[in-house]
C-alpha cells in the first residue's frame, strides 16, 4: 500500500539538500559572527546559489572549545555529516547560551538602559545569532510565521541604526539581514509579499545604491534585492523601479565580483518586467528613454 502523506524520494532529497545548505550557511554566519572576518566559500557551479568551504579553514580569534566546535560541525564539507536544526538546539553550549540570553533579555527590558553603541551591536549580534538558529531548517511555515512576527520591521530599524554606525559596526549588520532575508524569503512567496509591505525594500536600497561603495557589494546584498525584487507582484516591481533602484544600483555591474554582477543585472531585469506577457510586445519598453537618458 502508498503512503500519500509520504515524500517523494526526489522531493525529499531536495529538502534534505536544503536544509543542510541552510546549516552550512548558518555555520558561514557564525564563523563570521565569532572571527569579525568573512568565512572563505567556493560557489558550486553545478549547484547553483550552493557554496562550499575552503579547506583547511581556522580560526583566529575564537579559541578551541564548545562554540568552535559547532561551528566546525555546521561547516562540514560533507554535508550528511552536519548536524540538523534540532540536533543543534539540543546541544547543551546551545540550550546554555539561549538561557544566559533569555536571562539577560528580561533584565534589559526591565532596567531599560542607555547602552553605548558597541553594546547595542553586540544585543543585535545576539539576536542574530538566535534568530539564525530559529530560521535554519526550520519548515516554511516557521519562516512564514517569523516574516508575520515583524521580523523585516526590526531589519528596518537594524538597518537605520546602522546607517549612522562606523564600518566595523555597520557592516557586519547589514551583510546579517541580507543573510536573514535570503533565508526566510527564497522560494516563500507569502514571506516576500509581507516583506514588500514594509519599508526594508527602501533600506536596501538605500544601503546597495547609496551606502556600500563598489568593493562593499557582496554577493548576498545582490541576491536578497533579486529575490525581492523577483517574488513582487508587478506593481511592487513597477515601484521599485520607480523609486529609483535600479538607476542606483547598475553602477554595481562594474564589480570584479562575477556573482555581485549577475544578482545586480538580476534585479534591475526583474524590475523592468512589470506586466504579464512582456516579451510579447513589440512596442519600445517604457523605461528606455529614461535609462538612456541617465
Not at 65 to 94: C, F, V
Not at 210 to 236: C, M, R, W, Y
Request: net charge negative.
Amino acid at each position: 500500500m502508498v503512503d500519500l502523506q509520504q515524500k517523494p524520494p526526489a522531493e525529499e532529497n531536495l529538502s534534505n539538500s536544503r536544509e543542510q545548505q541552510d546549516i552550512f550557511n548558518f555555520g558561514a554566519v557564525l564563523f563570521a559572527l565569532a572571527e569579525l572576518n568573512e568565512f572563505p566559500v567556493i560557489l558550486n557551479n553545478k549547484l547553483g546559489d550552493q557554496i562550499s568551504p575552503i579547506s583547511p579553514f581556522s580560526f583566529n580569534k575564537l579559541h578551541d572549545g564548545p562554540a568552535q566546535r559547532i561551528i566546525r560541525s555546521l561547516l562540514e564539507k560533507d554535508p550528511t555529516l552536519r548536524p540538523n536544526a534540532e540536533q543543534l538546539l539540543a546541544n547543551q553550549y546551545i540550550q546554555d547560551r539561549i538561557t544566559s540570553w533569555r536571562q539577560t533579555s528580561n533584565s534589559n527590558s526591565q532596567s531599560n538602559p542607555i547602552v553605548s553603541p558597541q553594546e547595542q551591536f553586540s544585543i543585535y549580534r545576539t539576536y542574530f545569532s538566535q534568530l539564525l538558529v530559529d530560521i535554519a531548517g526550520s519548515s516554511n511555515d516557521a519562516k512564514l510565521a517569523l516574516a508575520k512576527n515583524d521580523v523585516f520591521v526590526e531589519f528596518v530599524n537594524i538597518l537605520r541604526w546602522a546607517s549612522v554606525q562606523n564600518n566595523q559596526l555597520a557592516r557586519p549588520l547589514q551583510e546579517w539581514i541580507c543573510v536573514a532575508t535570503i533565508l526566510l524569503t527564497e522560494d516563500q512567496q507569502e514571506a516576500a509579499n509581507i516583506a514588500h509591505e514594509t519599508e526594508i525594500i527602501q533600506e536596501l536600497h538605500v544601503l546597495i545604491g547609496t551606502i556600500l561603495s563598489l568593493d562593499e557589494v557582496k554577493f548576498v546584498h545582490g541576491k536578497a534585492l533579486n529575490i525581492l525584487a523577483h517574488l513582487g507582484g508587478f506593481p511592487q516591481k513597477k515601484k521599485m523601479f520607480e523609486m529609483g533602484i535600479a538607476q542606483s544600483i547598475v553602477k554595481h555591474i562594474k564589480s570584479i565580483e562575477c556573482d555581485v554582477v549577475e544578482k545586480i543585472l538580476l534585479s534591475i531585469m526583474n524590475m523592468f518586467i512589470f506586466k504579464q506577457s512582456f516579451f510579447k510586445g513589440r512596442d519600445k519598453h517604457p523605461y528606455l528613454s529614461e535609462c538612456q537618458r541617465n
